[in-house]
């Protein structure tokens, strides 16, 4: 089994470490995809996803873990799959929004957020742009956190929220699964508490697959 993580905007690959290394100590080989919103807009970095995730596929069974920003990537970049392409066994989406996000929005005239996001800032802002990205095919887990920070709690007054998007930003009919968590937004990859549910999702996946009591190798 493998796992592609792929980290927020604003944030690095690093900011998964200790999810990764939970899934690398129970047989999970795990990897991750590195970006800049500031030096790329979102298709480009999405093309450069759906090739890496098509070098995965062809190594056999898979998850994919996007937090925020990167959530939204994978959206894009498993719709341009090639059909033939493996699909992932399960997508988890942490704290990602399905929709335009309300901080987004506020802030995507500020000179600063447009040049620190560029063109995946814009996005997270427009609902037009969100609304055009396909939903995930393969079976998907929104993790989502519900403590708020003092910071943002003006703008969401009563809603759940992590302190970055509302868990209403977070919701899809195409979603398998929710699963709240006492975690603010940026530490959602960093949680054990969200490592040991991608680590029991995905062992039960692999056990309805016929692999029972062991997680699948790479190239297996």
């Given at each position: ?102 901080l987004a929005r506020m802030l995507e005239r500020n000179v600063v957020f ?54 209403a930003e977070t919701s899809a009919p195409w979603i398998n699964e929710a ?42």
């Amino acid at each position: 089994m493998q796992a592609l993580f792929i980290h927020g905007m604003g944030r690095t690959p690093l900011s998964g470490w200790r999810m990764l290394r939970t899934l690398q100590a129970n047989g999970i080989a795990t990897g991750t995809f590195a970006y800049s919103t500031a030096l790329q807009d979102f298709e480009q970095i999405s093309r450069r996803l759906s090739e890496r995730i098509q070098m995965l596929a062809a190594r056999g069974n898979y998850i994919l873990i996007g937090h925020s920003l990167g959530g939204v990537l994978l959206r894009s970049a498993l719709a341009s799959l090639p059909a033939a392409t493996r699909q992932p066994l399960r997508v988890f989406l942490l704290g990602s929004p399905t929709r335009a996000a309300r901080l987004a929005r506020m802030l995507e005239r500020n000179v600063v957020f447009r040049i620190a996001t560029g063109d995946c800032g814009q996005l997270l802002a427009s609902d037009d742009r969100m609304g055009a990205l396909s939903p995930v095919a393969a079976p998907t887990t929104r993790i989502c956190g519900d403590r708020g920070i003092a910071l943002t709690s003006r703008w969401f007054g009563a809603e759940p929220n992590d302190g970055v998007v509302a868990l209403a930003e977070t919701s899809a009919p195409w979603i398998n699964e929710a699963v709240l968590v006492p975690v603010v937004h940026t530490f959602l990859p960093s949680s054990a508490q969200v490592a040991r549910i991608i680590l029991l999702r995905t062992s039960e996946d692999a056990a309805r697959q016929g692999k029972t009591g062991a997680l699948q190798a790479p190239g297996e």
